[in-house]
């Protein structure tokens, strides 16, 4: 929206991460409440509520909680209000107030009241616990918190939109990611902000750290530090260890393509996809839908195409060789009679207007955030969108997986978590969307959905691969792009 104040976009809309609550004082007025949300509403501000503090004969004082594009709106708002004669007691920024002490706690889960409750949960009786897990080690799964809780960890070198802001600013979104883990999967996180410097330091403080973790969970590693740090722990570890960076936005973007296809009656063998960044997230969504099936894929980094045999960085040369196909001179010719496209790069970085050269009811997943590559007035007619804003349609939003795939893989003892088993998540999360909800152009569900997590826990738990895990032996299950395929088409 344009005329939100100083520094507004013509893109810019209110959002919930800037909500205030103004408290205000005016003279008596037999319309005061009235006049104080048209007041906030002529400047752009999304007025949620109105509540009022206390009333005498002469005056009242209220606090009225509005939603601002940023900062800086919130400043034009405030000082409008003074210009029309409010007096403005305290202005609260109430996403800062939810973080204050932090976004978590740690809670025990046995009483400490008495003596004899001491004497179990801590000394003298606790060395018997540990005497028995020293002895039997996968005791430690039953009867430590390892078997549910998750490590969250970073380096602080790739924080959301921020870039490299060091792991004590890191910290923050840490904390979220861990209330998160717990509110839609049950499991325990705790973030290890790491002080370290480069690979070699992140992997040798993790290896140290895993004993009292059942899963390793990396976040906000920049690129492409990250595919070494993965691997090498992966290979280290008997526990998962999963980049959500990468394979949770890669696990979404599959569930909508997915849909996408149910929608417009395409196949995911033969989609034509243009994946356009390739970056952590961009290597991970092109891998998944190369291991899904797709056959027709062309990955676009900043300098073009990329093509096998050019002078590429590693994880670069893996995807082109695997995609093949036509060596294409350039996006805009890379997108003729494409079916999909999806975007992890930035706004501006390609031109939206070579989305008209697509096939007819193109799928377009403008995925950079905090702004779109794609504006929804500038898409092609009958496309379907999906971005990483919650205020346009169908959010990828990681919270649909890390949660349930980790429940998942908890809960069945899995050492690591496989291709198949983000297969089977990604279907999961898109089987939650129902055919009425498809029908109006849904392709991912809510991340409140009421099933949704559970449906991909159970998902996970099912494709983990019995001989795999400690104490179980079979056959491992059905699995990879084939059942995939068979299970979309059903």
């Known amino acids: 929206m344009s005329g939100t104040g100083p520094g507004a976009g013509p893109a810019a809309v209110p959002s919930p991460s ?28 999304q007025v949620v509520g109105i509540d009022l503090v206390e009333a005498t004969t002469t005056g009242a004082r209220v606090d009225v909680t509005f939603n601002a594009v940023d900062e800086r709106h919130v400043e034009h708002v405030t000082a409008g209000l003074v210009a029309d004669g409010y007096t403005v007691r305290s202005v609260s920024d109430r996403t800062f107030l939810s973080h204050l002490g932090g976004a978590i706690e740690v809670v025990p889960r046995t009483g400490i009241r008495t003596r004899d409750e001491l004497s179990r949960v801590y000394t003298p009786g606790v060395a018997r616990v540990a005497t028995r897990v020293a002895a039997d080690p996968q005791a430690a ?7 549910n809780t998750v490590a969250v960890v970073t380096d602080g070198t790739a924080v959301l939109g921020l870039g490299d802001v ?14 998160l883990f717990k509110s839609f999967g049950g499991v325990n996180a705790v973030p290890l902000c790491l002080d370290v410097s480069g690979v070699d330091e992140i992997v040798a403080a993790v290896r140290a750290l895993a004993p009292g ?29 999963f980049h959500d960076d990468q394979h949770g936005t890669a696990v979404v973007v599959l569930a909508a393509l997915l849909n996408a296809c149910r929608i417009t009656g395409r196949d995911l063998v033969d989609l034509r996809t243009v994946v356009v960044g390739v970056g952590a997230a961009g290597t991970a969504i092109a891998t998944m839908l190369l291991d899904a099936g797709v056959r027709h894929l062309v990955a676009v980094d900043r300098t073009g195409p990329l093509h096998a045999g050019d002078d590429l960085l590693p994880h670069h040369r893996a995807i082109a060789e695997r995609a093949g196909g036509p060596k294409y001179p350039s996006l805009a010719e890379a997108v003729v009679g494409a079916d999909a ?20 009811d193109p799928i ?9 590559e794609v504006a929804l007035h500038e898409l092609p007619s009958g ?10 349609p169908n959010q990828v939003n990681n919270a649909l997986c890390f949660p349930g795939i980790f429940r998942g893989a908890l809960d069945a003892r899995a050492p690591r978590i496989t291709a198949e088993m983000e297969q089977a998540a990604a279907l999961a999360i898109a089987d939650a969307v129902s055919d009425a909800e498809r029908q109006i152009g849904v392709v991912v569900p809510s991340m409140f959905h009421a099933q949704v997590h ?35 088409r059903a």
Not at 27 to 35: I, T
């Open 364 to 372: 377009v997943f403008a995925l950079a955030n905090p702004e779109p």
């Open 454 to 488: 559970h449906a991909v826990a159970a998902a996970v738990r099912a494709a983990v691969r019995p001989a795999s895990v400690p104490g179980h032996g079979g056959e491992p299950t059905p699995g990879g792009a084939r059942a995939l395929r068979e299970a979309h």
């Open 213 to 241: 973790f059942g899963g390793i969970n990396l976040e906000d590693i920049g690129a492409p530090a990250c595919f070494e740090v993965e691997a090498r722990l992966q290979d280290a570890l008997d526990i998962p260890v």
């Open 341 to 360: 496209v999806i975007g992890v790069s930035r706004r501006g970085a390609w031109d939206p207007a070579v989305l008209g050269r697509m096939a007819s």
């Open 18 to 45: 800037y909500s205030t609550t103004v408290r205000v004082e005016a003279a008596a007025s037999g319309h005061l409440l009235g006049e104080v949300a048209l007041a906030l509403g002529s400047r752009g501000a």
């Open 141 to 147: 799964w039953n009867l430590t918190i390892k078997g």
């Open 166 to 179: 060091g792991p004590l600013a890191a910290l923050p979104v840490m904390e979220g990611k861990a209330a």
């Open 383 to 392: 496309a379907i969108l999906a971005t990483g804003r919650s205020d346009l």
